[in-house]
């Protein structure tokens, strides 16, 4: 799909935007192009890191960090072993 853009240029834009063209050998389109694809990139939107493990497993249980019953007992081996030391 081509679009056409117009757009009005100050002198110093104009002049640098004809250095451009002259310097690479480029279509003035081209340098156009280029620079929209620079900007976009300069100010794209930072993707959010994602979590390494979030989602991956699953206990089966729903309830499992909430319901006290499944705290029943533990670290009861554990204070076995410290007594007897």
Known sequence: M???????????TEAALDNLVRRLGWSTSKVVREGIRLVEKHHAVAKRP??????????GIPDLSTNKK???GYGQKRRKKDARR
Do not use: P
């Open 2 to 12: 081509k679009t056409s853009v117009q757009a009005r240029l100050d002198g110093e």
């Open 70 to 72: 499944y705290m029943d």
């Open 50 to 59: 994602r979590l390494v493990g979030v989602g991956m497993y699953d206990a």
